[in-house]
T-cell receptor
Framework: DGGITQSPKYLFRKEGQNVTLSCEQN?????MYWYRQDPGQGLRLIYY???????QKGDIAEGYSVSREKKESFPLTVTSAQKNPTAFYLC?????????????FGSGTQLSVL | SQQGEEDPQALSIQEGENATMNCSYK?????LQWYRQNSGRGLVHLIL???NEREKHSGRLRVTLDTSKKSSSLLITASRAADTASYFC???????????WGAGTKLIIKP
């Protein structure tokens, strides 16, 4: 099956801990994105990558880091600097980065703080 | 805020009725997209309408765009229980390709 796989589905973070969310796609898409979703709000862009070994900050990048060493993979690390990490995190991809591209989403990771 | 806005925030209708959701935005757009999200899941793309289009259809979905009013509407005809979900609009800014998302409309279809 082609698609985007996010893991784990649920993740718990202790104070001061860094955690990494996985995102893998087999759609051969160039662009990948990380969004944060809070209850009752729209999606907010954390980071995006247009091509391997390149990524750009989105609107709320502080406290997060990413890497794009392979086309298929775009992991997100939530660092201890992110003081309010509890949210639903969504990874997405698109064929390119033109404005008419539609996004394909993974099923999300719910991150909570212990 | 640069985010778009949907209304209503929540909508509950009987199965078989039509559901209409609205989306407003603030800046010039290149296109506007609608997505559906089932509870606790990722989003699924429904339809994209370009700024030079006024109406678009896909199955039971009808989307309109009024750039003079900076608004769009999504109509779902003959609703089904499976249409229960949250619906989001997202628009592409003219200055870059990043999407601006609304807060969504939660649609509940009662059997």
């Amino acid at each position: 099956d082609g698609g985007i796989t996010q893991s784990p589905k649920y993740l718990f973070r202790k104070e001061g801990q860094n955690v990494t969310l996985s995102c893998e796609q087999n759609l051969n898409h160039d662009a990948m994105y990380w969004y944060r979703q809070d209850p009752g709000q729209g999606l907010r862009l954390i980071y995006y990558s247009q091509i391997v070994n390149d990524f750009q900050k989105g609107d709320i990048a502080e406290g997060y880091s990413v890497s794009r060493e392979k086309k298929e993979s775009f992991p997100l690390t939530v660092t201890s600097a992110q003081k309010n990490p509890t949210a639903f995190y969504l990874c997405a991809s698109s064929i390119g980065t033109g404005q008419n591209e539609k996004l394909f989403f993974g099923s999300g990771t719910q991150l909570s703080v212990l | 805020s640069q985010q778009g806005e949907e209304d209503p925030q929540a909508l509950s209708i009987q199965e078989g009725e039509n559901a209409t959701m609205n989306c407003s935005y603030k800046t010039s757009i290149n296109n506007l997209q609608w997505y559906r999200q089932n509870s606790g899941r990722g989003l699924v793309h429904l339809i994209l309408i370009r700024s030079n289009e006024r109406e678009k259809h896909s199955g039971r979905l009808r989307v309109t765009l009024d750039t003079s009013k900076k608004s769009s509407s999504l109509l779902i005809t003959a609703s089904r229980a499976a249409d229960t979900a949250s619906y989001f609009c997202a628009n592409g800014r003219n200055s870059n390709y990043q999407l601006i998302w609304g807060a969504g409309t939660k649609l509940i279809i009662k059997p």
